[in-house]
């Protein structure tokens, strides 16, 4: 099932008993209750162990695991080496991000810790894409290390999607955190996948912020899920050509006069020009403004972002010239437009 969810309840018939209960899938975290800096390699935030050299006393997955370690047995340890080498993991991240700072805690882990580790991160995980951006560094007995300046002095952390963390030789890890920022790309990516989990309304909710008409919301919300950015916007304008001039008419409805005082954060982003145009320029838009929605039936829509008032201005005096089906063509491709510019900013907040 593609929705995000956050309970389950298990139903049994008539009664007896079970003994275990296992739901396998991947977590889907709502990004908008993290901060810039997450965990890259939490479990809970989504990242996974692909492959290891070694898990003969505890399964390297436990490295990922939310909270400290409870003992040994909650902790990736590999056999001792009788030969050359050493233990590796690789991590599938997150997101795609920046890794500024890992801790490495080797707690309960006393007479077997692992006496060194290193770090690569690569943006595929194919070999001849890793870059070293910790280098073999020394680990102590039941203790957390915290390294930040090494990375620092590191040619500059390249973005990563996954990640190899080595021990020398071998030993006992408790837990790996690393600590980072996602990319542009990183957070579009995995606030699509955020999107394309979250629950219906939810969905239809986010979609609506975008483009105030419910049928194309709705169309949006059932279209799940996208695969990139070009595939919702390739949805986005089919979905919207295809609406009645009932549901255009509803989405005008939904935005703010041009140079009239806007609610919502994306409404004052794009008529932000406001603060800045001149006393006489805002009447004669209001004087307009008027006069076209008299003529037209609806407000004046117009793709703002990036515009002045003087150019606003000029925008309106051409278009209120036009035919009423000719002006309605122009009104929809404008919406198409600022649909597509908010969509961009429901991914990257």
Same mark, same amino acid.
């Given at each position: 099932h593609?929705?995000?969810f956050t309970?389950?309840?298990?139903?049994i018939?008539?009664?007896g008993?079970?003994?275990?209960?296992r739901?396998?899938?991947?977590?889907?975290?709502?990004?908008r209750?993290?901060?810039?800096e997450?965990d890259l390699?939490?479990?809970?935030c989504?990242?996974?162990i692909?492959?290891?050299?070694?898990?003969h006393?505890g399964?390297?997955?436990?490295?990922?695991?939310?909270?400290?370690?409870?003992?040994?047995?909650d902790g990736?340890?590999?056999?001792?080496?009788?030969g050359?080498?050493?233990?590796?993991v690789?991590?599938?991240?997150?997101?795609?991000?920046?890794?500024?700072?890992v801790?490495?805690d080797?707690s309960?882990?006393?007479?077997?810790f692992?006496?060194?580790?290193?770090?690569e991160?690569?943006?595929?995980g194919?070999?001849?894409?890793?870059?070293?951006?910790?280098?073999?560094?020394?680990?102590?007995?039941?203790?957390?290390?915290?390294?930040?300046?090494?990375?620092e002095?590191?040619?500059?952390?390249?973005?990563?999607r996954?990640?190899r963390?080595?021990i020398?030789?071998d030993?006992g890890?408790?837990?790996?955190?690393?600590? +980072?920022?996602?990319?542009?790309? +990183?957070r579009?990516?995995?606030?699509?996948a955020?999107?394309n989990?979250s629950?219906?309304?939810?969905?239809?909710?986010?979609?609506?912020?975008?483009?105030?008409?419910?049928?194309?919301?709705i169309?949006?919300?059932?279209?799940?899920p996208?695969?990139d950015?070009?595939a919702?916007?390739?949805a986005?304008?089919?979905i919207?050509s295809?609406?009645?001039?009932e549901d255009?008419l509803?989405?005008?409805s939904a935005?703010?006069?041009?140079?009239?005082?806007?609610?919502?954060?994306?409404?004052?982003?794009?008529?932000?020009?406001v603060?800045?145009a001149?006393?006489d320029?805002?009447?004669?838009?209001?004087?307009?403004?008027?006069r076209?929605?008299n003529?037209?039936g609806?407000?004046?829509i117009?793709?703002?972002?990036?515009k002045?008032?003087e150019?606003?201005l000029?925008?309106?005096?051409?278009?209120?010239k036009n035919?009423?089906?000719t002006?309605?063509?122009?009104?929809?491709e404008?919406?198409?437009?600022?649909?597509?510019?908010?969509l961009?900013?429901?991914?990257?907040?």
């Open positions: 593609q929705q995000r309970h389950a309840r298990l139903n018939f008539p009664d008993g079970v003994a275990r209960l739901i396998h899938g991947e977590p889907r975290p709502d990004w209750r993290f901060g810039p997450i390699a939490a479990a809970e989504g990242a996974t692909i492959s290891s050299s070694d898990r006393y399964h390297p997955q436990s490295l990922i695991m939310p909270g400290p370690g409870r003992d040994m047995s990736w340890e590999t056999r001792r080496r009788r050359p080498g050493h233990d590796w690789m991590l599938r991240l997150a997101a795609e991000g920046v890794i500024e700072r801790e490495v080797t309960h882990f006393k007479g077997n692992a006496d060194a580790c290193s770090l991160v690569s943006p595929t194919e070999e001849g894409s890793w870059t070293e951006v910790l280098a073999k560094s020394k680990l102590q007995a039941h203790t957390k290390r915290l390294f930040r300046q090494e990375l002095s590191a040619a500059g952390s390249p973005a990563a996954f990640a963390f080595h020398y030789p030993g890890v408790s837990r790996l955190r690393l600590f +980072g920022r996602m990319t542009d790309h +990183g579009l990516q995995a606030n699509l955020a999107l989990a629950p219906c309304k939810e969905a239809r909710d986010d979609f609506n912020r975008c483009c105030g008409s419910s049928a194309w919301a169309k949006m919300e059932a279209g799940r996208y695969a950015l070009a919702l916007e390739s986005a304008d089919e919207w295809q609406c009645s001039p255009w509803e989405a005008f935005h703010p006069r041009i140079g009239q005082s806007a609610e919502g954060q994306w409404s004052r982003e794009e008529q932000s020009w603060a800045e001149r006393a320029a805002l009447r004669e838009l209001e004087k307009l403004n008027l076209y929605a003529k037209f609806y407000i004046f117009v793709c703002a972002t990036g002045s008032a150019e606003m000029r925008l309106l005096q051409k278009r209120i035919d009423p089906e002006e309605l063509r122009s009104a929809v404008a919406q198409r437009r600022i649909t597509r510019l908010r961009r900013k429901l991914l990257r907040p």
